[in-house]
């Protein structure tokens, strides 16, 4: 961080309650202010003004408060926290509160941003609407990204997530584009080799390059993860409304992020809500996920995809059960799918894409998308249904109709949903393998998709044409 | 003279100041050197606690506060309509015009343009005793409304002059001789938003408000003046639906308010609605809309108040006489943003941190919906409908927001995960759904069909039956159950697809017309009514789902009119005859 050695010094520190200081006898501090806090050993951490009065101030300190007493020294900077923009920050590593992690050195700009950014006017929105292809059907057949949305990816620990991400950040491309995304990854309490796996990924397809990095790793300090997301997102929009570039940020793991929310709340002690968060972990959440999207007249694009674990695969959880409200869908993935070996184990029954319907149709993708799209999310929610009965009164008791819906929803996991790791489909072969899926039911079963597009898709009608 | 002070303290968007005077609660304040507007909502001894609309970061202790001397307004008269504010009503066009595509800080701009000239026409003449709510003139705002102007609620007198011509909204077009003197007329009122508008006289409700989605009109309806809540998890159509009703109602006025709630969810409204046609006068919906977006990340209070501000401004149409129809996506962000200035006041919470206030709030809102006879001579009736989402933490209807809302509302729409992971939208459940204005609504529908109410009733009774077999099916499985009820649950699912399953984005089912309602619930209980003997006596279920009409009429939805409707009865008929030829069935 470039802050001049300016500002106010203060050692009267009166006391420390976890990430919280307490300070006296201060003037003209101003609300949500930088602080730089020197420990006696002389290193020095980052924080930012809570709560001001006339003479005391509320500061949360980003680093360990742990080894600190009073005497440290706390420097009021007299800004908020703004990081330099350039060009130059494409390809670099930085760890959770801006310092290089990549031996070079620090970044050099008179463009410094707020790391809290603006909010977008909802008037200069452009409605997100270029269809992203991921080559994973799952996520183009049924819940489409589209340029400058953000949808999440619910996971549980142990599941394949990452390597989904990272499979996203690979592949993207609009078809008939040649434009690649520029990565901004963003790292919150994340282990070591999750880090590397991301790195190693985006070298191998030199994605590293096109590339910024903020890692906060799982033994960095948790308070620190405030800052990281709002540094990448901050990163992000420079890119994407000043350089013009379509920005693909990926943020893991949120729900890190609101514990250390949680933490600075409880230190305050704040009212809590659910399960100790604090009340405005709704709003908090909003104004780092709300950042992504397009403006009118602007070239660039932030679309997010931000990762977080669901404790105990609660997906009613605060995190997740808030992160759902803000976010344009969400992609769900489920231990049962991955025990029976599927990859991606993604659920698409709880899954959604708000935007989907924007990015696809006859001028993006192909006319049928849609109606085949609800189509599979029928059939494949009654095929779910008739595996519970089976429990029930086993194979035999199935009507022929739910039989048929069965070897749907078996067929669909496994050709559809599965694929490989670096299998990356076009929306053609992806709408294909659902058209040979759903001719397995009953024609007049697929009543969700439109008379024409069965007479024009379906194969058993492509063949006669 | 205004009041001035200090800022003491600034606790997020709390900002805590003294004034030499003695400022009023609910005053609006100029806070800081930035000016930022913010409103009085505790005063304690000499402290004054401030809600600031807009990010505090930066304000320091030490920097003035200004007292305006009133509280929060709201601007009426014509240049509301289809415009984009924010929850303070600042135009978020001319913001962006100002200040670029990010929201700046304290930028103060007027809510109605004050240079933009309106054609005003006077309706009374020199001489005419007029009392509040009368109206002196029109303004064709926009091709399809009319703006009337009144005589603010609080004035009475003789028209001393009134004149036609082209105005500004702060022009003096008139002036009225009251019992204080000489005042001028202007097109412009303003109003407090916490408090609602005075009428004359409450009225019972008549009317349905209708929407052109079946499962809404036809077996949840809301009346115009009344008010429901569509609370529902994630992912359950909360934000589609409520577009679908503020596209296709027959409200006169629609205004939605975006509380709390994503940015692009409210382009794709700035985008998409000025293309959309009344299906009804075939023109254009923007032109009959007011859009108030306070999105997710912009600060909490203004999202508090913007739901005041859109409730006033549809009581300001009401009283023109028009149905107003509120939109308000999401009352729970607007019960957080409520938490949150009450847990900075440091009140102590009643459930789920909330305030213990939070009901009595609740209730303001929806009391403020109703149909009434408009202050002014002349009878007017106008109405204000009040539908409100609610974001319920976990989908769970037992968190306080969703039970104090099922108390001052008619109709209840719940929304439902299961419904929405197969993609049956709207996903409203029929089971847990209610709604209070039956009797307005049955009144309207006999128009088409006298029998309405039975088929109605009747419909809804299969559904319920076959999700009780649906339990039994559960353990022995469908094939295991009688044809009688087998039929009962194809029945169900004939319901569930041919009528409640209706696509928002096909272009002909998006919106469904009340005559084409009735006639294709008609047919499919015609349907019932035919096969259920054929069942009885002996005709295996499969035969009837062999019977090539029942695809038919999954898919006369998607058909304009209602001639399809008519030709799938004949058909019907036909086919009936067949099996109960083939199966030698004579007592039908």
Known sequence: MTVEQAGLIYKTTSEIRGPILMVEGIRGVSYDELVRIRRPTGEEVTGSVLDVSRDWAMVQCFGDTSGMDLNITIRFTGETLKIPMSPELIGRVFSGSFEPLDGMPRPLSTDLRDVNGGTINPAARDVPSEFIQTGISAIDGMNSLVRGQKLPIFSESGLSHNMMAAQIARQATIPGSEEDFAIVFGAMGIKHEEAAYFREEFEKTGALSKSVMILNLADDPPIERIVTPRIAQTIAEYLAFDLGMHVLVILTDMTNYAEALRAISIAREEIPTRKGYPGYLYSDLATIYERAGRITGRSGSVTLMPILSMPAGDITHPVPDLTGYITEGQLLLQRELSLRGIYPPMNPLPSLSRLMKDGIGAETTREDHSDVSNQLYMAYAEGTRARGLVRIVGVVGLSERERTWLEFADRFENEFVKQGPYENRSIEQTLEIAWDLLSILPEEDLIRIRETYINKYHPAHKSES | ?588
């Open chain 2, 1 to 588: 003279m205004s009041l001035v002070g200090t800022i003491e303290r600034i606790n997020g968007s709390l900002v805590l100041a003294k004034f030499d005077g003695e400022p009023k609660m609910g005053d609006l304040i100029e806070v800081g050197n930035l000016k930022l507007m913010g409103e009085i909502v505790r005063l304690s001894g000499e402290t004054a606690y401030v809600q600031c609309y807009e990010v505090t970061s930066g304000l320091r202790p030490g920097e003035p506060v200004v007292d305006t001397g009133h509280p929060l307004v709201a601007e009426l008269g014509p240049g509301i309509m289809s415009t984009i504010v924010d929850g303070v009503q600042r135009s978020e066009t001319e913001l962006w015009n100002l200040t670029g595509p990010f929201v700046s800080r304290g930028t103060n701009i007027v809510p109605l343009n004050r240079e933009k000239v309106w054609p005003f026409e006077a309706k009374v003449e020199t001489g005419d005793k007029v009392v509040g709510g009368d109206i002196i003139g029109t303004v064709q705002e926009t091709e399809s409304f009319e703006h009337r102007v009144m005589i603010p609620p609080d004035q009475s007198g003789t028209i001393k002059s009134i004149k036609s011509g082209d105005f500004t909204v702060e022009d003096v077009v008139g002036e009225l001789e009251t019992a204080d003197g000489v005042v001028p007329l202007k097109m412009m009122q303003t109003w407090p938003v916490r408090m609602g508008r005075p009428t004359n006289e409450r009225l019972p409700l008549e009317q349905p408000l209708m929407t052109g989605q079946r499962v809404i009109d036809t077996f949840f309806p809301c009346a115009k003046g009344g008010a429901a809540a569509i609370p529902g998890g994630f992912g359950t159509g909360k934000t589609v639906t409520l577009q679908q009703i503020a596209k296709w109602s027959d409200a006169d006025v629609i205004i939605l308010i975006g509380c709390g709630e994503r940015g692009n969810e409210m382009a794709d409204v700035v985008a998409h609605f000025p293309e959309l046609e009344d299906p009804r006068s075939g023109r254009r919906l923007i032109q009959r809309t007011v859009i108030i977006a306070n999105v997710s990340n912009m600060p909490v209070s203004a999202r508090e108040a913007s739901i005041y501000m859109g409730v006033t401004l549809g009581e300001y149409y009401r009283d023109m006489g028009y149905d107003v129809a509120i939109m308000a996506d999401s009352t729970s962000r607007w019960a957080e943003a409520l938490r949150d200035i009450s847990g900075r006041l440091e009140e102590i919470p009643a459930e789920a941190g909330f305030p213990a206030y939070l009901s009595d709030r609740i209730a303001q809102i929806y009391e403020r919906a109703g149909r009434v006879v408009t202050l002014g001579g002349g009878r007017r009736i106008g109405s204000v409908t009040l539908l409100g989402a609610v974001s319920p933490p976990g989908g769970d209807f037992s968190e306080p927001v969703t039970t104090h809302t099922l108390r001052y509302i008619g109709t209840f729409w719940a929304l439902d995960t299961e419904l929405a992971y197969r993609r049956h939208f709207p996903a409203i459940n029929w089971l847990r759904s209610f709604t209070r204005y039956m009797d307005v609504a049955s009144r309207w529908w006999s128009q088409f069909d006298p029998g309405w109410e039975d088929i109605r009733a009747r419909a809804l009774r299969l559904l319920e039956e076959a999700s009780e077999i649906e339990e039994t099916a559960r353990i022995i499985g469908e094939k295991a159950l009688p044809d009688e009820q087998r039929l009962v649950l194809l029945m169900a699912e004939m319901l569930r697809e041919g009528f409640l399953v209706q696509n928002a984005f096909h272009e002909v089912d998006t919106y469904c017309e009340a005559e084409k309602q009735a006639a294709l619930l008609k047919v499919l209980i015609d349907f019932y009514n035919e096969v259920e003997p054929l069942i009885r006596q002996g005709v295996p279920i499969e035969r009837i789902r062999e019977m090539g009409v029942v695809n038919d009429l999954l898919r006369l939805k998607e058909n304009p009119g209602t001639d399809p409707i008519d030709e799938a009865r004949g058909l019907l008929k036909v086919q009936a005859d067949e099996v109960a030829e083939e199966y030698e069935v004579t007592e039908r």
